[in-house]
């Protein structure tokens, strides 16, 4: 996560998930079903406050 705070009211944010594009299992079960983890993502959020 990066955030940049241009002024009191205005603000950036920007997240990046799974940096590494990383394959990972978040379970498996007993018929060896596996649930894989997200895939990389981005993310900007623009905020103002008013």
């Known amino acids: 996560m990066a955030r940049y705070q241009f002024a009191p009211q205005l603000s950036l ?3 990046v998930d799974n940096l590494f594009d990383k394959w990972y299992y978040t379970s498996v ?7 894989w983890g997200t895939p990389r993502s981005y993310r900007a959020t623009l905020e ?3």
């Open 48 to 50: 103002y406050k008013f």
């Open 29 to 35: 079960n007993f018929n060896e079903q596996v649930m």
């Open 13 to 15: 944010q920007f997240n």
